[in-house]
């Protein structure tokens, strides 16, 4: 109950690729239906771009996790309840999901609603210094996506930024958009872009590449109009973050990130390797995505990392294969080296499968996978 926008936007952008792909109606309803669920986290609010992570009917759930997150729908969704807080990594995936409308999906009226929740939400950000503020105007808790931080750079806040700022431009055509876009690059937020991950003695934050990689995918699928020189810096600095991300992580195997940095050319280092890696992470995706206990300390054949994770657990010293991880919200953005994964959980939660789709049908539409 805390992270629908973020995957409901994963899963937006993954259909509308498969409608690229394939033109297939179901792929084009389900796009409408998914930008209906994010209107309704919009709405429910009652405030202008501010979106809910969660929302349902008062009384559906018996108890409300992190109550003091939790407040009455606004005019017109009183007998609602709606769970606030909203963070950089749900607006990752909003980006994401709400500009694959806008690049590849042709219908005006999806297009029209897609502008219309981007415009408003960057209006709430970027209009108010880039800081996503909650209800009341109160700042949240993971909503400053500032590109930098006492001076010093912030890859994936300058990633958020810079991606809602010129989706909302090119989606909604406001001239106030398209300034706060140059603002922003002649501020020097590019220039942040490259420091989106690091490895400090084998510990890394794999969320913060995974919603770069959201945030940058539109940026990196449509080239610059000629001339737009604003544009052609941006997409440049996008080019050297995921160049950079791939290439600290290369041999992992990460389908998604591979399909974002693909379209932009081989200024991104995606290498032959990248692509067999792709394939074969997709052909060995799990069927069945119930969170459970996976401990592979019995693995004697498997060498280990002298370092252990953010999270202190111990590592191996290669990357494990997908289908030998614990299925997680987004495989992409999960740790593929710990030897002990999700240790409390019992099998009796499932995902959905968003995580596949995200990167099979931009590889699809792409001609990488059949």
């Known amino acids: 109950m805390s992270d629908q926008v973020i995957w409901s936007g ?23 239906s998914l930008l ?53 990594d749900q607006l990752s995936g909003l980006v994401y999901g709400l500009a694959s409308v806008g690049d590849l ?7 029209a609603r897609a502008a219309l929740l981007l415009g408003a939400v960057a209006d709430r950000l970027l209009g108010r210094g880039g800081v996503y503020e909650d209800a009341g105007g109160v700042p949240s808790t993971y909503g400053d996506v500032r590109p930098r931080f ?26 106030r958009h398209r300034r706060w876009l140059e603002a922003l690059v002649a501020g020097g937020a590019c220039g942040s872009l490259p420091f989106a991950t690091v490895r400090i003695l084998g510990r890394e934050n794999f969320n ?9 995918a539109s940026i990196l699928r449509t080239p610059p109009p000629p001339g737009d020189e604003v544009r052609a810096r941006l997409r440049e600095g996008a080019r050297t973050a995921m160049a950079r991300i791939l290439a600290l992580h290369r041999g992992e195997g990460n389908a998604f990130w591979i399909a974002v940095a693909l379209p932009a050319g081989p200024e991104t280092g995606v290498t032959g390797r990248d692509l067999r890696d792709a394939r074969a992470q997709l052909l060995r995706f799990p069927a069945v995505l119930a969170q459970r206990r996976t401990d592979l300390s019995g693995r004697t054949d498997l060498a280990r990392c002298a370092w252990n994770s953010r999270r202190g657990r111990s590592q191996f010293l290669l990357p494990l294969p997908v289908d030998a991880l614990g299925p997680g919200s ?5 740790n ?9 959980e019992e099998g009796n ?19 990488v996978v059949e």
């Not at 606004?74 to 807080?85: A, N, S, T």
């Not at 010093?152 to 406001?174: Q, S």
Request: proline share 8%; aromatic share 10%; with cysteine.
């Open 10 to 32: 994963a899963l937006l952008g993954a259909e509308c690729e498969r409608w690229a792909a394939t033109r297939d109606p179901a792929a084009l309803a389900r796009v409408k």
């Open 36 to 88: 209906h669920g994010l209107e309704t986290l919009a709405a429910v609010t009652g405030e202008r771009g501010l979106l809910a992570r969660f929302a349902c009917p008062a009384g559906w759930i018996r108890s409300e996790p992190r109550p003091e997150e939790w407040r009455a729908g606004g005019p017109g969704w009183e007998e609602w309840r709606w769970r606030g807080d909203l963070s950089k």
């Open 105 to 111: 999906v042709e219908d005006p009226g999806a297009r």
């Open 150 to 175: 006492l001076g010093l750079p912030v890859g994936v806040n300058a990633a958020v930024t810079l991606g809602l700022a010129d989706a909302a431009a090119r989606a909604t055509g406001e001239p």
């Open 208 to 216: 913060n590449p995974n919603m770069t990689a959201l945030a940058l």
């Open 330 to 334: 987004f495989a992409w953005k999960s």
């Open 336 to 344: 593929p080296f710990e030897v002990l994964q999700d240790p409390d």
């Open 349 to 367: 939660v499932f995902y959905s499968g968003t995580d596949f789709l995200a990167a099979y049908w931009p590889l699809r539409r792409l001609g």
